[in-house]
């Protein structure tokens, strides 16, 4: 299963009220999951079904299907019913697949009220259906389709636009005694998207959503992400989190786990300490660490693994490590928690890391 013991968290965490997506919790406390979104059609029961499968092999804890189509909602039953992690279904323009998406058993909706057309007259009959159901819904605010009266109001899709398009929604199922509520307020921009974030943390206790909507193609995006979600995280705003990518969904989830992790939000698994190699390395170190890295991909304990170029900083490291080499004069002193253990060859280095990496798993057994 997933590391649920955070392993020396960034800061303390904001109180939220706890909701449940399935059997996941958000909030309040709850460790922050990973979320993606499937990139199939979603009538397409079998892909979709799939690609779901994949994402859950990844680390995913909630996945996000789209429904723009009766043909859509149709699948959400089954999908719904065979998935091994909760799914919500995402709903846009139409409100009467928020309740086909109810009544299929999705584990949440997300509903984006800007684009969907006289939401607020419907909120009481969404309040009742997802009361009935136990569906807690997403209010998913986003800059590129913000509710109309507010761009007017702001002339542009600025944090507090978000916050209060964010909270007047709130505001109506509150009305009707449903708090059953997480919110996103996603912006392109992580610096809009960071103080939004802010403010709507301050302005209420509903379990947070984190994202940059369309924060483009994997580096940038993975860079967009990761800076966002590390200013909010590191003052203990966010519930749960979603890496948007324009990139296949498993790598989405690969970035938000290593974020949750960096942050010590997450059990690290396997960590490399490798140093960014200069004139002073006596070994290839990008070689090293890749291979290193190839070599223990997949290792399930905890594991800092430290790969050094040369002695100023190599045995440093390397002894804080679980397991760690410092290199020179062409051989690499291999040490195994800050003992040296034996000095080898460099054609050897890998191949004794991967066995004393797999010796130590042996002895700690897995997290
Ligand atoms: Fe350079 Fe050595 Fe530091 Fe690596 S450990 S960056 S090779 S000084």
């Given at each position: 299963g997933v590391p649920e013991v955070p392993a020396r968290p960034v800061a303390p965490r904001r109180q939220s009220r706890q909701i449940h997506v399935g059997p996941v919790a958000v909030g309040g406390g709850a460790p922050v999951s990973v979320q993606s979104m499937t990139?199939?059609?979603?009538?397409d029961i079998g892909a979709t079904l799939q690609q779901i499968a994949e994402l859950t092999a990844s680390g995913c804890q909630i996945v996000r299907v789209a429904c723009p189509t009766q043909d859509d909602a149709d699948a959400l039953a089954t999908i719904a019913r065979k998935s091994q992690i909760p799914v919500i279904a995402d709903i846009h323009f139409q409100p009467k697949y928020v309740f086909a998406a109810v009544e299929a058993g999705c584990a949440a909706v997300r509903v984006n009220?800007?684009?969907?057309?006289k939401f607020d007259d419907q909120v009481k009959e969404i309040a009742r259906a997802a009361r009935d159901h136990g569906t807690p819904i997403r209010i998913g605010v986003n800059a590129g389709s913000l509710d109309r009266r507010l761009l007017q109001k702001?002339?542009?899709?600025?944090p507090e636009a978000l916050v209060e398009s964010a909270l007047w929604e709130a505001s109506l199922f509150e009305e009707h005694g449903f708090r059953d509520i997480k919110i996103s307020v996603k912006h392109n921009d992580p610096v809009v998207m960071i103080e939004a974030y802010r403010q709507l943390a301050e302005a209420c206790d509903y379990p947070l959503h984190l994202g940059v909507t369309e924060a483009g193609p994997a580096f940038q995006g993975t860079i967009k992400s990761a800076v966002a979600f590390g200013a909010l995280l590191s003052r203990g705003i966010g519930d749960t989190i979603r890496v948007s990518l324009s990139a296949p969904p498993v790598e989405e989830v690969k970035v938000g786990i290593q974020i949750l992790q960096s942050l010590g939000l997450r059990q690290r698994r396997l960590e490399i300490v490798s140093c960014p190699s200069?004139?002073?390395?006596?070994?290839d170190v990008y070689k090293l660490a890749e291979e290193v890295t190839a070599g223990l991909d997949g290792m399930e304990v905890p594991l800092r693994v430290a790969v050094m170029g040369c002695v100023v900083n190599g045995p440093g490291e390397a002894r804080e490590a679980d397991l760690g080499v410092a290199s020179g004069n062409g051989k690499g002193q291999i040490f195994v928690k800050g003992e040296v253990v034996k000095t080898v060859p460099e054609s050897k280095i890998v191949q004794t890391l991967i066995e004393e990496a797999l010796k130590l798993a042996e002895r700690t057994g897995p997290a």
């Open positions: 990139t199939t059609r979603t009538s009220p800007g684009n969907i057309k702001y002339g542009k899709a600025t200069c004139g002073r390395a006596q070994v």
